[in-house]
């Protein structure tokens, strides 16, 4: 097993550092997030940092890097308030993948990349035609991280759409019905095999494993 300290990590060439520590985190969620200038004029980004924070108020974050340099996406959120987080899957993965191209600000990543934006009443930010889950959100806060300069960006969901069949009857949400893709290092894209549901642990009692439907069913010998 290889052993990499502090110091050997700190002398590592930028890419090969940024590779090896974006892998350390494992598969992450692939997402595309949209979202519109004051003028009109749409943006799509792909984010793997998204993250769950809380159900109520249902809230999630993403991490933004440092607005050293334009960063269209933080831009819009700041002068809207608004944005879209969209599912990835396996139909538009490399579309998706392409929106992380430094594009100009004149210049649509939609249009770029062939993807489609559509729009829901009072929500101004686009969402990903193609996506099969996907939400809009209101931003609630920007926490700046400052080991690093980066912004913690909170929102809070008002919209949720999804294919109707892979709503489960107790609110479990299946994305393998989707053919949602993740992420894992900096480019490199996956599909899943779910091994099972499992019940909320307890100390001192086997948590059993949970059908789809939300059924559970006894563990048998072996498994």
Same mark, same amino acid.
């Given at each position: ?13 930028? !890419?090969? #550092?940024? /590779? ?22 749409? &943006? ?10 809380? =159900? ?11 607005? $050293?340099?334009? !960063? ?5 959120? !700041? ?11 396996? %139909? ?20 770029? @990349? ?6 829901? *009443?009072?929500?101004? +930010? ?5 996506? #099969?889950?996907?939400? +809009? ?28 069949? =892979? ?12 053919? @949602?893709? /993740?992420? $894992? ?7 899943? +095999?779910?091994?099972? #549901?499992?019940?909320? =642990?307890?100390? &001192? *009692?086997?948590?059993?494993?949970? %059908?789809?439907?939300? *059924? ?8």
């Amino acid at each position: 097993m290889q052993h990499f300290d502090k110091d050997s990590i700190d002398l590592f060439p930028n !890419r090969y #550092r940024a /590779s090896l520590i974006n892998s350390l985190s494992g598969f992450k969620s692939a997402n595309l997030v949209g979202t519109v200038n004051g003028e009109g004029h749409s &943006n799509l980004a792909m984010f793997s940092s998204v993250v769950h924070i809380g =159900a109520s108020p249902a809230l999630v974050g993403l991490v933004m890097r440092p607005n $050293s340099v334009s !960063r269209h996406t933080l831009e819009n959120i !700041r002068e809207t308030g608004q944005y879209t987080i969209n599912q990835v899957s396996e %139909s538009f993965w490399r579309e998706a993948h392409q929106t992380s191209a430094r594009y100009e600000g004149y210049e649509s990543e939609f249009e770029c @990349t062939n993807l489609t934006p559509s729009y829901i *009443e009072h929500h101004d +930010a686009p969402f990903v035609e193609q996506s #099969r889950l996907k939400y +809009a959100l209101l931003l609630r806060e920007i926490v700046p991280i400052t080991l690093n300069d980066t912004l913690f960006v909170i929102g809070e969901i008002t919209d949720i759409l999804c294919d109707t069949d =892979a709503v489960m009857e107790d609110g479990y949400i299946d994305i393998e019905k989707l053919a @949602t893709v /993740s992420v $894992s290092g900096l480019d490199s894209y996956h599909t899943t +095999a779910r091994l099972s #549901r499992i019940q909320y =642990a307890k100390p &001192n *009692e086997t948590a059993q494993l949970i %059908s789809l439907s939300g *059924e559970l069913y006894p563990l048998c010998d072996g498994q």
